[in-house]
């Protein structure tokens, strides 16, 4: 049985071809698939006549409401590309090029107000609450660690965290309402101001309200994140972007934990896993009162790699969230 996931991440497209237990990842810069054609870089990894089934994700995922073939998906899965982060167009490239290949492939929803298995309180509250790779994230989670109670949290160029109970989505936070991550993050009053003074837009405010606005270190989408974090030691612009995010993150796990029937949470993304010259998990665990797991590695894409494999095997239902094929 071979699947392959896909996660269309903000600093890049990554994939997961699993082979039973043999997996094979590899990550594209989004601003590379402009001009490099997505199913030749796969051709070099497999033979695509040989997947079985491919799991993409796409954007905010809030056109759909179940994982769906992606023969019966309209305008990608989204209701608009306008909205919340840079748009570069490799994804959309990525999406086309495989819908047009005839690959067996399902496109994984997002979490929003029309998803039914989440509280109705968190749909009341948020329009929108995680895009659809953080439901591969947290699948893997669930299949790794072999936890059907927890948090989780996922800290990269964005954070989203989530709650998962009884194998159920519960609620979360999406990237524009609580923590920050290292591009992205709420909007307060000085960029509402801005807004309003036509200085910038909504989208541009969002995509530089994270740990950049207090680093005042910038090198690109694909690799801000690596800049500041490798910095902490030596510039402390770096130190207190990173500190203030440590906070943020924290504040907006222990907002879920009342709710939990466990106190377990589970740390993932570049940032939330990261212990090269600091280390973000115990960092974190300073500030929360729960045992705390790691998922490292390219959770998106193996999480899609996995979803497909027990779709395959005949689950329609993906905590919570129903299989239509």
């Known amino acids: 049985m071979i699947t392959v996931g896909i996660d269309h991440g903000t600093s890049g497209i990554t994939t997961c071809i699993k082979n039973n237990k043999k997996k094979i990842i590899f990550k594209l810069k989004r601003s590379e698939l402009i001009n490099k054609s997505y199913l030749e870089e796969l051709k070099k990894h497999v033979n695509i006549d040989d997947i079985d089934l491919l799991v993409l994700t796409y954007s905010m995922g809030d056109g759909i409401d179940r994982i769906l073939p992606i023969e019966k998906v309209k305008n990608r899965g ?15 490239k990525v999406y086309d090029e495989i819908k047009e290949s005839g690959i067996p492939t399902v496109v994984i929803p997002g979490l929003h107000r029309n998803i039914k298995c989440l509280d109705e309180r968190f749909r009341a509250l948020f329009s929108h609450i995680a895009s659809p790779e953080k439901i591969s994230i947290a699948y893997y989670a669930h299949k790794v660690f072999r936890l059907d109670n927890f948090i989780l949290s996922d800290i990269s160029s964005n954070t989203v965290t989530l709650l998962i109970k009884n194998k159920i989505f519960f609620g979360g936070f999406d990237a524009c309402i609580g923590a920050i991550g290292m591009l992205h993050g709420p909007i307060d009053l000085e960029f509402i101001r801005l807004i309003d003074e036509k200085k910038i837009t909504a989208n541009d405010a969002f995509s530089q309200a994270g740990a950049v606005k207090i680093a005042k270190l910038y090198k690109g989408v694909e690799n801000t994140k690596e800049e500041i974090l490798k910095n902490y030691h030596k510039n402390k612009n770096c130190k207190l972007a990173v500190d203030s995010l440590v906070l943020s993150v924290s504040m907006e796990i222990n907002s ?38 790691t998922l490292s590695g390219e959770s998106g894409a193996i999480g899609g790699a996995i979803i497909g494999e027990d779709i395959l095997k005949g689950k329609r239902d993906i905590l919570g969230i129903p299989v239509e094929l």
């Open 78 to 92: 989204v209701k608009s590309i306008e909205g919340a982060g840079k748009k570069i167009g490799g994804g959309t």
């Open 256 to 293: 879920l934990l009342p709710l939990s029937n466990k106190k377990i949470v589970v740390l993932s993304g570049s940032v939330g896993t990261y212990r090269e010259n600091i280390d973000i998990p115990k960092m974190i665990k300073k500030y929360v009162n729960a045992k705390i797991f």
